[in-house]
């Protein structure tokens, strides 16, 4: 007998595989490490998604304050603001890398056509 089995089928003797189970968020915090934070700088898109939602963020917090005197519903604004802004910059900014890395093709006739004779 064969220990190879028809497609579809297992026989007794071949080895269960079972994924390996994706991590969980409390497996990312835990691998999270303090050099990760003081990097961030350096990751490209990062500073600049940061830099336009504490901008973003801290204007709608305030616009909100000044028009409606509660600090809870403003921060909620900030924060909101912060993290949407966030995160479509650094998908803009992503997506405008990813575009611009695309190796253009120029078309050139060839040389023969260029010459005068």
């Given at each position: 007998m064969s220990s190879t089995s028809p497609v579809g089928r297992a026989s007794p003797d071949d080895p269960v595989v079972t994924p390996a189970p994706e991590p969980g968020v409390i497996d990312v915090l835990k691998s999270l490490k303090t050099d990760d934070f003081k990097k961030v700088g350096e990751v490209p898109c990062a500073r600049s998604a940061l830099l336009y939602g504490i901008g973003t963020g801290f204007g709608a917090g305030a616009l909100r304050f000044a028009f409606r005197g509660s600090v809870l519903s403003a921060s909620n604004y900030a924060v909101a603001t912060f993290c949407a802004v966030s995160a479509l910059s650094w998908?803009?900014?992503?997506?405008?890398?990813?575009?611009?890395?695309?190796?253009?093709?120029?078309?050139?006739?060839?040389?023969?056509?260029h010459r005068d004779e």
């Amino acid at each position: 007998m064969s220990s190879t089995s028809p497609v579809g089928r297992a026989s007794p003797d071949d080895p269960v595989v079972t994924p390996a189970p994706e991590p969980g968020v409390i497996d990312v915090l835990k691998s999270l490490k303090t050099d990760d934070f003081k990097k961030v700088g350096e990751v490209p898109c990062a500073r600049s998604a940061l830099l336009y939602g504490i901008g973003t963020g801290f204007g709608a917090g305030a616009l909100r304050f000044a028009f409606r005197g509660s600090v809870l519903s403003a921060s909620n604004y900030a924060v909101a603001t912060f993290c949407a802004v966030s995160a479509l910059s650094w998908e803009v900014c992503r997506w405008q890398m990813q575009r611009s890395s695309i190796p253009k093709t120029v078309i050139v006739p060839p040389a023969s056509q260029h010459r005068d004779e």
